[in-house]
């Protein structure tokens, strides 16, 4: 039904990555690290003029940027790493939809509420978020023998994602 009333739908997707990372040996023993990252993405859906039995249309970013530093040290039969990393989100949403056709949508299983959409009252919704993310973390590998490592960290995360939490976690 919906090849033969032509419809003709378009999404675009679109990923731009990107990452920086620096290294650094202080000794036999010390190892540092830093990285930046910026993360992109991006989705369009535009309709048609004949969509069946809906008209749909979509618009949404993420940019994704984000840092890391962690330090590792080996002490004996020890290996202790402890390091942070902080992100920040923008996320931009717009989507909508209304019916063409009621008797298809209704066939098709659209709720009451769905189907009193239509051309002239459809349903919108456009929204925005900044949240927040970041962790620490301290661990350390013990080799109690040749044939025995334990491990074992402890990491605090706090987000703002839909709310302000924080938790510590092993």
């Not at 990252?37 to 008209?55: C, K, Q, W």
Request: aromatic share 10%; glycine share 10%.
């Amino acid at each position: 039904e919906q090849g033969a009333a032509v419809q003709d739908q378009r999404q675009r997707v679109a990923l731009g990555f990107a990452d920086l990372a620096w290294q650094r040996v202080w000794s036999d023993r010390t190892v540092s690290q830093v990285a930046a990252y910026p993360r992109r993405s991006s989705a369009t859906l535009d309709g048609s003029d004949h969509d069946t039995p809906i008209f749909a249309f979509s618009d949404r970013s993420l940019v994704r940027t984000g840092g890391i530093a962690a330090v590792s040290h080996q002490r004996g039969r020890h290996l202790v790493k402890g390091g942070i990393e902080a992100q920040a989100l923008s996320l931009d949403e717009e989507f909508g939809f209304f019916v063409t056709d009621e008797d298809e949508a209704r066939d098709a299983g659209f709720s009451d509420v769905a189907l009193e959409h239509v051309g002239g009252n459809p349903f919108r919704f456009t929204g925005d978020a900044s949240p927040r993310l970041w962790s620490v973390y301290l661990q350390d590998s013990w080799q109690a023998g040749a044939a025995l490592t334990v491990a074992a960290g402890v990491r605090f995360d706090g987000s703002t994602l839909l709310l302000a939490r924080h938790q510590w976690s092993p």
